[in-house]
């Protein structure tokens, strides 16, 4: 058996690799496959040329139909390519490559070639884009997760009897892995990313230690905009002296004991404190995020990790920890929550290993993973920090973002300043 592969490249919904395994017999598979990407054919030389480049003409599409109409009997596999092209649009820009993995910096050039081809000019320019990205393209591989798929992706070992939980390092013998553990939690709207590698207990500590905290802090921006938790209910808050809930699809409502309220004698209040009777510790903010990153990041990086392990398992301790880059914005909103990591891929010491990037409501938090044995440095003083940001100049050169402690150790009840503003209490009352 003999097998042809292509590495498909678009800017839109094709991609993957394309596999076909066929028999010396049927190697003419191949030539009518190239033929259908205008392949040309010289036979003296033995060589036979394609242009990565390709388009989706008309012309393309009547050269695939012929082609999947001759092997569909043969090869049933073939039957999908229509299906796969047709989420392109008409006469759009894509490339057919060999299939080796892509990095980043290769993925980005492709892209902004395919981004010119058809005719779409990113918002910023070349010598902003490498302003602003240039230093983490050199020195980082992003990885991203689409949500968009109808699927969930279940990240780590598939096969129940082979998992080992990278939180506890133990496998089936001595731990259960009943339960479905989600990457990120569900109270946060996370449906899609679940981490295979994460046992009952471990799911159970984490769950009732520091992402209770995490949720709980994010609960007003939930309540706000009707995140679903696990019971699929849009949750409320109900604390010490006030009631927050939506009372129908699109209406908030606060109520809250007179005395917490400050301001004008009559009239609209001006601000107020929301207690919420909860206790948390804010460094489980942090470790909170950092478990997130744990749990999508490939299995072979987990090794790294061990020291970082121990501390969100509260097995070890931290008094200080690197300051959290924090924007409060509108501009990259998403009701899901959303993860990106940035892994270094070289020996640069300056940088640290993992960052990651985590999204939810209006809510940005840009974070180091701490204690990688691939640094060598704390990222605590103030120099080191900055070589970090100078790196990440997208967000040291982006208003707004406050660079905030969540290093805190101590149970502390949360509790909400909310001011209200003329025109905002309108539209949120
Ligand atoms: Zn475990």
């Given at each position: ?278 206790k948390i510790k804010i460094q489980n903010i942090y470790k909170t995020l950092c478990k997130f990153s744990l ?111 969540f290093s805190q150790n101590v149970e502390r009840e949360l509790s909400f300043n909310i001011n209200f503003e003329k025109e ?6």
């Open positions: 058996m003999n097998n042809f592969g292509i590495l498909f490249f678009s800017t839109s919904q094709l991609g993957g690799i394309l596999d076909i395994g066929y028999t010396s017999e049927q190697s003419e598979i191949i030539t009518d496959l190239l033929y259908v990407f205008d392949a040309k054919f010289d036979v003296d030389k033995q060589e036979v040329s394609v242009d990565y480049k390709q388009k989706y003409t008309t012309l393309f599409q009547a050269r695939l139909k012929v082609f999947i109409e001759k092997y569909k009997s043969v090869l049933p596999s073939v039957q999908k390519l229509g299906a796969r092209f047709g989420k392109l649009e008409q006469d759009e820009w894509f490339f057919i490559l060999p299939p080796i993995e892509l990095n980043t910096k290769q993925k980005y050039n492709l892209e902004e070639e395919l981004d010119i081809l058809n005719g779409r000019k990113s918002s910023l320019n070349e010598e902003q884009l490498q302003k602003f990205f240039g230093d983490v393209l050199d020195n980082y591989e992003i990885i991203t997760f689409d949500l968009d798929k109808d699927k969930k992706i279940k990240i780590g070992e598939g096969q129940k009897n082979k998992r080992i939980c990278r939180f506890c390092q133990r496998g089936i013998s001595d731990v259960s892995f009943t339960q479905e553990a989600h990457a990120i939690s569900e109270a946060l709207g996370n449906k899609k990313l679940i981490l295979n590698e994460e046992c009952d207990n471990c799911n159970k500590f984490f769950d009732e230690n520091i992402e209770r905290d995490f949720i709980y802090y994010h609960d007003l921006a939930r309540t706000m905009f009707g995140i679903k938790n696990k019971k699929n209910e849009v949750p409320e808050m109900k604390g010490i002296d006030f009631h927050f809930y939506q009372s129908n699809e699109n209406n908030l409502s606060i109520a809250v004991v007179s005395d917490s309220i400050s301001g004008e004698k009559s009239g609209t209040p001006e601000s107020t404190v929301f207690r919420t009777g909860n749990s999508v990041i490939g299995s072979e990086h987990v090794s790294h990790f061990c020291e970082t392990i121990r501390w969100i398992k509260d097995e070890k301790e931290a008094t200080a920890l690197p300051k959290i880059a924090v924007l409060n914005s509108y501009d990259f909103f998403t009701k899901r929550p959303e993860l990106n990591l940035y892994l270094r891929n070289n020996n640069n010491k300056k940088l640290p290993y993992l960052v990651g990037e985590f999204r939810f409501t209006f809510y940005m938090y840009i974070f180091i993973v701490p204690f990688s044995d691939k640094d060598s440095r704390d990222f605590l003083s103030e120099e080191d920090y900055e070589d970090f940001l100078n790196c990440f100049n997208h967000v040291k050169s982006k208003e707004g973002f406050e660079y905030i402690d905002k209490t309108d539209k949120i009352l």
